[in-house]
């Protein structure tokens, strides 16, 4: 792509180094002489903030580790001495803290820009996969590094986390032992999250090096998607491409230093400035807002498909959620990359944003909370004031008859007038019956929004109706209706549905629409 | 040399052929070998191994209550119940259940040996996600999860909310009396 070397050392020193280790001719020709198509837009301005991101991460990291104590009694303490004591520690453990989220925030971006613009087509196949390679190192390295703190969300994070590996059949027991190296989230487990959180940036930091290979061999993609044929669609990295993502990254730098110094703690959960405590579990357990989305794919089986359960259906699609992506660039069949030629691609990539979207939304929500119902929770109660109350034993002479010994007791006590009746089992064989003859029948009807606020009628009913009325019998009814659960299952339809279906088949199928002659004669010389 | 290319060509195995596999055999379990104690030694270590068991003296449990056991870093409900407890558990033995189990199966021992009606030993571990239930709270006065609403009655059975099971019973033995041990 970039040619035969345009570095010419000027001075003695540089042309010895340069017969001896041409380091400067390769960061000449990888970021000075190297041609960036010249209608880049500002959406490829993110690969620029990613990698200060990273450095900033690191930088700020490796200092904060000569003031952390990887250790359960101690964690959570030197932590806050970081903030209260240490000089500057407050603004570096914030930086670190915010970075964390301004990765994610900028590292969606340059996924949805990468999507939206067909950049892992052939030939940045490796390109994209090596991308993927490292935002799944983010997300391990996130998951680590928000364990250390050893808040409640720290610890019942790492909890769940780790127990969902449990629900692997057979292995997945020993495969959570070995990863928090004890039989529960311990010191063992901080002590290693400590040494590996350390690690895999590095390990990322050489990913990115891999990144930026594959990208300068096959050139980088542009918003029309046609590959650049001549020096003329192209200008040189320095000072073009320098300058444009030095400004792009002044803003995120403000986005970045608002948060740290006027809401540092507003995109954390409150519940992490409370001490681990194995013994109590807060509230609601939820994952950092970068992991949401797949939390909520991870919850969004409530029902078990034949032999898998529940538990490990999401786990399996939360895996895939993330497996899929390496699959993209030969999942879509298409051979226009840019979604701008893409009319009807791109009405699904919009839908397809929204729904992770509101994926993310879901992760954050209570699962069972209830988005639309049909109708209130309904219950109806029935009970006898006055009548005359008799009680008698059951005994069957099995433990199989028993049913038919308790329906014949029932038709009995009905057949001398009782208008209600009441079976309470106490053993295999023996129970007791208890009816009402005579009497006046009332019911009564209650509803409520929620099953609680039901159940809380309900009570009242009952305290107003009296203990001393033998029989009080109540009919529950649930109405239909549509939990986040539902929800979030409709969403991770659409999630795999545009993966596996919507690509595939769309670009075969699919008419895309005609380059405008401006676009399409220089860079064809009028061939088509 | 030109016998070997010879028999190559024919498909014989070579002496050559056998050093290749021998060779790479060699390999093969010697970076295995390397590979194994790296990748072991994240398992559980012998002290945290060492404390997987844990004893607990009853005597200190007046009826009615309960404590936590610390048992393999993860608390164990240690319930003192008292007889209303236990025949509203056994009278249950027979009520609609998510995950029917019998009260007198739940107390058993890690040996097989019967258990005590008024003792009952169980993970403090909501079967739903995890958390750990409150004591002597929801409708069956056994024990309430308040992440997402399951009840428990006093056996530990699931009676109403998303958990799909009872409540795990912990593996334990009565080494005497008063005293059990755990794991």
Known sequence: MSGPSTYEPKSGITRWLDRRLPILRLAHDSFVAYPTPRNLNYWWTFGAMLSLCLIVQIVTGIVLAMHYVPHIDHAFASVQRLERDVPFGWLIQNIHAVGASMFFLAVYIHMFRGLYYG???????????????????????GFLGYTLPWGQM??????????????????GESIKNWLSGGFSIDQPTINRFFSLHYLLPFVIAGVVGLHVWALHEAGQNNPVGIEVKSKADTVPFTPHATIKDLFATTLFVILFAVFVFYMPDSLGHAD???PANPLQTPPEIVPEWYLLPFYAILRAFD?????????????????ASIGVMFLLPWLDTSRVRSMRYRPIARQFFVIFAVVCFALGWCGGQNPGRILFKVA????????????????????ATSESEWQQAADAAVAELRSQGAGMTAVTREGATSGRITGVIGGNQQTRVVSGDTSELLEEHITEVKQEVGPATPFFAVERSSPARFTVTN??????FYYFLFFLVILPVLGLRERPERVPDTIAKPVTQGAS | MAEAAHSAHEGDTTRRDFIYIAAGSVAAVGVAATAWPFIDQMNPAADTRALSTTEVDLSAIPEGQQIKAMWQGKPVFVRHRTPEEIAAAQRDDYANLKDPQHDADRLVQEDGQPGKAEWLILQASCTHLGCIPTFAEGAYHGWFCPCHGSVYDTSGRIRSGPAPKNLYVAPYVFTNDTTIRIG
Do not use: H
């Open chain 1, 272 to 274: 992490n400035f409370i």
């Open chain 1, 487 to 492: 929800f979030s299952l409709l969403l991770t």
């Open chain 1, 119 to 141: 950049s892992y087509k052939a030939p940045r196949e490796l390109l994209w996969i090596l991308g993927c390679v490292i935002y799944l190192l983010m997300v391990a390295t």
């Open chain 1, 376 to 395: 209130p929770f309904s219950a109806t109660m029935n009970w006898v004031t006055g009548g005359q109350v008799t009680e008698r034993s059951i005994r």
């Open chain 1, 154 to 171: 720290s610890f019942w994070g790492a909890t769940v986390i780790t127990n969902l590996l449990g629900a692997l059949p057979l292995i």
């Open chain 1, 303 to 319: 029902f078990n498909i034949g032999p898998i359960d529940s538990k490990l259906a999401g786990v399996l699609a939360m895996f």
